[in-house]
């Protein structure tokens, strides 16, 4: 099950960045398969411990990193369809419900996924997105603008600067909660763990969004997950009760000086959240003292 931990792990990765990525008109579904594809590592993850195996935070960089050099739409659904069918060659063993939903979900995804690289929506041909399919991929071109926002050389280095930092650790917390999450026997903690890897996966893919459109999307690197089995959870809750602060904070220092309404409030919005992490943390701690 471990490799099936890194290969779910490997496509969420894939299939969330790519949503922010395609054309509008397939977001909808690439997002949902993104999803689908973070529950899969999920199951995958209590599988493994279930059979008293470890996992890690690994996943295959190299297959992640392609990303950076596919050049139009296209090559990207290509991308897509191909890390599905390497998936689907994983599913020997489809007696174990969990192989066999993993593959239910992949073959229909990998149908949906053909059909848009024929330009094709629900069945009928779609000049508008062939045309699309055809476009140029510049998230990485380190090179573009926001729509309709001007921003000073200042305060667009400050927002590039938050976005690379953020994105990294969004990615790192989806990883972390979801790991403790899997090893938690208690309702409390496993809802807070659930709910905020569930609030990470959505500031990554807004803080992604932004990072495109600026043309600085950066991919995420593994995480050390096995090194946090032997550290103390109570530890581990009260310092991300400091980083989630410290993120709130982030927030408010870069929503005073960006100088755009839109962008200040979509930060405010975020830093409230990020009060709320802290809170929900704060309840994790408190059952787990109690318990103690
Ligand atoms: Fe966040
Ligand atoms: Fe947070």
């Not at 008109?25 to 590592?41: C, N, P």
């Not at 927002?159 to 403790?180: A, N, P, Q, T, V």
Request: hydrophobic share 35%; proline share 2%.
């Amino acid at each position: 099950m471990e490799k099936q931990v890194i290969r779910q792990h490997t496509s969420f990765i894939k299939f969330i960045y790519s949503s922010v990525l395609v054309p509008e008109s397939i977001q909808d579904l690439v997002e949902d398969i993104g999803f689908f594809k973070y529950r899969h590592m999920c199951w995958a993850m209590e599988e493994s411990v279930r059979e008293g195996e470890e996992f890690g935070g690994t996943f295959a960089v190299d297959e992640v990193a392609e990303l950076k050099k596919l050049k139009t739409q296209r090559e990207l659904v290509n991308y897509l369809i191909s890390d599905l069918e390497t998936n689907l060659r994983t599913y020997s063993n489809d007696n174990l419900p969990t192989i066999a939903r993993f593959k239910n979900d992949d073959l229909y995804f990998l149908e949906q996924l053909k059909e848009i690289k024929e330009g094709r929506l629900k069945g009928s041909f779609k000049p508008e997105l062939n045309r699309q399919l055809e476009e140029p991929i510049t998230a990485f071109s380190q090179k573009g603008k926001l729509k309709g926002v001007e921003l000073t050389s200042e305060t667009k280095n400050a927002l590039i600067f938050f976005l690379m930092e953020e994105i990294f650790k969004e990615y790192e917390l989806i990883l972390i909660y979801s790991f403790y999450k899997t090893y938690s026997q208690n309702s409390t903690t496993n809802s807070v763990f659930t709910d905020l890897a569930y609030d990470s996966i959505y500031h990554l893919k807004r803080f992604a969004q932004l990072a495109k459109e600026l043309g600085v999307l950066t991919l995420p690197r593994p995480i050390p997950l096995k090194k946090y089995r032997s550290e103390d959870i109570i530890q581990f809750l009260k310092e991300n009760i400091e980083e989630e602060r410290g993120a709130e904070k982030n927030c408010l220092i870069l929503a005073e000086k960006i100088g755009n309404d839109q962008l200040r409030d979509f930060l405010l919005f975020i830093s409230r959240q990020e009060v709320y992490h802290a809170y929900l943390l704060e309840r994790a701690l408190a059952t787990l003292k109690e318990k103690k």
